[in-house]
């Protein structure tokens, strides 16, 4: 049996009394003793610290990476240090590859960072069609990330790392020190509400953790496991890549279509979405409340007058919202109203609710 990979931070999750899975090949902590629902509501209403180090970390630097990463990408490359642009990866066909973050380092410098089941994936595809001149390499291994999140995050972040971090705008990032060792700061995260992700080697990553968890401002730190990562995404209705997209979807039956420019000259997968928008979708993306605490899973069917209209790709209780709430595809010319889901053989009453299911105060970010 394959040992699973464990992060920098795996110890203190252990000293913490966190319940460990496994997940995408890494050992990690699903949740605490406080329970998926009491660290979901700490993170809406205070602060959550989440150990995100099985995220990837993929760095493109060279003469030509600028045009290389904006060719790969549907959406349009950061153009200047400091931008952060959240972005399909997409396959000629339109498939999704992976929705990821492009940051922008400097001119010809980028780094991505992919889901974590997909870091091997992407890195293929990246390296094995990068022009020569362009270096692609994957830094996961050794970067370690924690992701802020939650109404505290920012003034907990400026009183650990520095206070000019709560100037820092929402998808941009900054490099600081701490204990003379370099992080990278960015003002984005999956959750719906403000913070930042942290980026730093291996080697300071627990005491980086240590010192926000031990912070004495007017603000509660709070652990927070995968199990409430994946609810606060879904009341915000982020895309799960394996979920709600993947290889068998594109962006715009995705609810993605902001994110494909087609003002660009050009794109991998650029013609296949063209011809898709021209002919019409097929299916659509859409959110739905059930009339019921039961909670449909991936796979459950969506019936519309008895009739198979599509399928659920996530599904959970919303604890925020106090709902059961779903996503998934239907026909795109189903008309809004009341349709049922099928639970294990039972049809439960839905009706139609816009997504994003919670009003996301800061804008897109990319699944994990």
């Known amino acids: 049996m394959t040992k699973l990979k464990e992060t920098a931070l795996a110890e ?118 990068a022009p020569t001149g362009v270096v692609v390499e994957d830094v996961s291994a050794s970067t370690s990330q924690i992701a802020v999140q939650g109404p505290k995050a920012v003034p907990l972040v400026a009183e650990a790392l520095g206070r000019e971090l709560a100037e820092l705008p929402r998808f941009r990032h900054t490099e600081v020190r701490f204990g003379g060792e370099k ?97 019409g979708l097929k299916r659509k993306f859409v959110g739905l409340e059930l009339r019921t605490r039961r909670i449909g899973r991936k796979g459950c069917r969506i019936l519309s007058d008895g009739a198979p209209v599509g399928a659920v790709t996530s599904g959970a209780y919303a604890p925020y919202l106090n709902k059961s709430l779903a996503m998934g595809y239907v026909s795109a010319d189903l008309k809004p109203g009341e349709v049922e889901v099928e639970i294990k053989g039972t049809r439960v009453p839905a009706v139609f609710a816009g997504i994003p299911f919670l009003s996301v105060k800061h804008g897109p970010r990319k699944a994990g």
């Open 183 to 279: 992080v990278l700061a960015s003002r984005t995260g999956y959750t719906g509400e403000d913070g930042f992700e942290l980026y730093a080697d291996n080697g300071v990553a627990e005491t980086i953790w240590d010192r926000l968890l031990s912070s004495d401002g007017p603000w509660s730190p709070e652990p927070v496991g995968l199990g409430a990562r994946d609810t606060l995404r879904f009341e915000a209705s982020y895309r799960l890549y394996g979920n709600d997209i993947d290889e068998t979807t594109n962006p715009l039956e995705a609810g993605l279509g902001w994110t494909v420019k087609f003002s660009k000259e050009d794109f991998v997968g650029k013609d296949s979405l063209v011809r898709l928008k021209k002919e």
């Open 12 to 129: 203190k999750h252990r000293q913490l009394g966190a319940k460990m899975i496994e997940f995408a090949g890494w050992l990690m902590p699903v949740q605490y003793g406080a329970g998926i629902i009491k660290e979901h509501l700490a993170v809406r209403s205070e602060v959550g610290l989440f150990d995100v180090s099985h995220m990837g970390e993929i760095t493109l630097r060279g003469n030509g990476a600028r045009a290389y990463v904006d060719r790969m990408m549907t959406n349009l490359v950061p153009e200047r240090r400091g931008e952060v642009t959240y972005t399909p990866l997409c396959y000629p066909d339109g498939g999704i590859v992976d929705d990821v973050l492009v940051y922008c380092m400097g001119e010809d410098d980028f780094m991505i960072v992919p889901n974590a089941a997909n870091v091997e994936k992407d890195y293929r595809r990246l390296a094995e069609s």
